[in-house]
């Protein structure tokens, strides 16, 4: 499979106007199958994002602790932006602790359903969802986990309580739903927290954290369906390219063949991502700190995703630029040589954080569904070949619903497999004015579209599939309602 495919799952243009949509998926549960490897996972992900500070916020009370770090409640139009950019994957962070109850952990309904929400808005787009236990660490509470054997017994019946309930709840989506064990497990506060001198000085949270990733790992697994073969992520000392690579950090024996996944962290270089009295300046002695993640992630046996990385905003656009640059070269070439390091970008929706400087990664403006840093969104797309035209400030789109005027004809045009568009069997189109509902079941395919100024090769194998529609009356509110497969 070619760079571009891989990178271009689906393109939605217009020769004057965009329509955006997505597939109308096939709900997860009727899919029912996990059949791909670790690896054939990682390299179907192009990039992710990190959807931070809201599910894991950790004040409040109930469904409202979503909104308690001040970000604004998740909504479909958010991932409808995110996959628009160009993203395939986002990062759910979760903090499941506070929402149990009793010495069985039970997970609050309204919460589940609340998650479940949340992970449906990807689903449907068509995405990668990565669903961890996020701010779920702690030494003190028999509700959290903590990396000591004092805490060992405590943790790991916390953990197989909520890993239990959670793969239950999720045990019919298909191989879009990866779990992710833990999130940065680490002796929270220590000396060593993030930073050791020597494996043995850690050698005790490895333990404990090797037998924490087999409870998760036997839960998941236990409750059959698709989780007999899901894919599960599972991450070392405090999750540090380091702590995976460390000496007595094993990843947990599996029952099912190929389906482990390695969760690195990676804000590389610390003193330009996200050090408060860090750098602005991406120099060329930073590289090789980057040059070393990618080197010692060689190392590692299973396929890797980088789960959280980013560079704080220090209104130094044009640095983070080349740090994108260079950072996404580096996994560009690792997809060269057959393999691929999917990186998730880290998002808290704040761009400007005053007290701490190093805190700054609110790429998307959750109020106005904008990009803050659209040339450093365009060069994290452009150095993977991922289409950005959507994002680019000269291109003009439709949202999916919106009002149409001076606009002669709609399009919604996929970049899709030959086999995948025999299969499609109309696209819908509703308009407000009560004219009419449209239905087109009857596309061209096209090896090359010219849309937007730029011109467009479809791969071997694959077409460019358009439906469009013509002479729209002015003040028409266009849906498009979805995309129906045989």
Same mark, same amino acid.
């Given at each position: 499979m070619t760079k571009l495919v891989k990178r271009v799952t689906s393109v939605f243009l217009a020769a004057s106007m965009i329509v955006t949509t997505a597939f109308s998926s096939v709900p997860a549960s009727a899919q029912n199958t996990c059949d791909k490897t670790a690896a054939d996972v990682v390299l179907d992900m192009t990039v992710g994002w990190n959807l931070g500070n809201s599910l894991d916020a950790t004040n409040g009370d109930g469904v409202n602790s979503e909104t308690s770090w001040g970000n604004p409640k998740t909504t479909k139009a958010m991932i409808d932006a995110v996959k628009r950019a160009g993203f395939n994957t986002v990062r759910v962070p979760v903090s499941w602790g506070r929402h149990t109850s009793g010495n069985n952990h039970t997970i609050d309904s309204a919460w589940m359903a609340r998650v479940k929400e949340v992970v449906g808005y990807c689903i449907d787009n068509d995405m990668y969802v990565i669903l961890n236990t996020h701010h779920d660490i702690n030494a003190t509470s028999d509700a959290a986990y903590y990396p000591t054997y004092a805490r060992l017994d405590a943790s790991n019946d916390f953990l197989e309580s909520i890993w239990t309930q959670i793969a239950n709840e999720f045990k019919d989506y298909d191989y879009h739903l990866i779990f992710e064990t833990l999130n940065e497990p680490r002796l929270v506060g220590h000396e060593y927290e993030w930073w050791w001198p020597n494996d043995s000085a850690i050698?005790?949270?490895?333990?404990?954290?090797?037998?924490?990733? &087999?409870?998760?790992?036997?839960?998941?697994?236990?409750?059959?369906?698709n989780n007999s073969t899901r894919c599960i992520m599972v991450p070392g000392y405090c999750a540090s390219v380091y702590g995976a690579t460390a000496d007595g950090f094993r990843v947990p024996n599996d029952s099912a063949d190929d389906r482990i996944i390695v969760s690195v962290h990676a804000y590389t270089p610390v003193s330009f991502t996200l050090d408060d009295n860090g750098t602005s300046v991406f120099s060329d002695s930073l590289k090789s700190e980057i040059d070393d993640i990618f080197n010692t992630i060689e190392w590692i046996d299973e396929p890797v995703i980088i789960g959280e990385m980013s560079a704080s905003n220090r209104n130094n656009s044009s640095e983070r630029v080349k740090w994108a640059e260079y950072y996404f070269g580096k996994v560009a070439e690792t997809i060269d040589y057959g393999a691929n390091v999917p990186c998730i970008l880290w998002d808290n929706n704040v761009w400007?954080? &005053?007290?701490?400087?190093?805190?700054?990664?609110?790429?998307?403006?959750?109020?106005?569904?904008?990009?803050?840093?659209?040339?450093?969104?365009?060069?994290?797309?452009?150095?993977?070949?991922?289409?950005?035209?959507?994002?680019?400030?000269?291109?003009g789109y439709l949202q999916k619903t919106e009002v149409v005027n001076n606009c002669y004809s709609v399009r919604a045009v996929m970049l899709i497999s030959e086999e995948e568009a025999n299969r499609i069997s109309k696209v819908s189109f509703h308009f407000s004015n009560g004219s009419k509902n449209v239905t087109i079941d009857s596309a061209k395919c096209y090896s090359k579209i010219t849309a937007c100024g730029e011109t467009l090769d479809a791969p071997e194998g694959y077409v460019f599939v358009v439906h469009a529609i013509q002479n729209i009356p002015d003040g028409t509110t266009v849906t498009c309602t979805g995309i129906d497969k045989y």
């Open positions: 050698a005790e949270p490895i333990a404990c954290i090797n037998s924490m990733n &087999q409870t998760c790992l036997d839960a998941i697994r236990a409750t059959g369906g400007i954080n &005053q007290e701490h400087a190093g805190e700054s990664h609110g790429h998307l403006d959750r109020s106005t569904l904008t990009w803050n840093d659209e040339p450093f969104i365009n060069a994290i797309m452009d150095t993977l070949g991922v289409s950005s035209l959507l994002i680019k400030p000269d291109v």
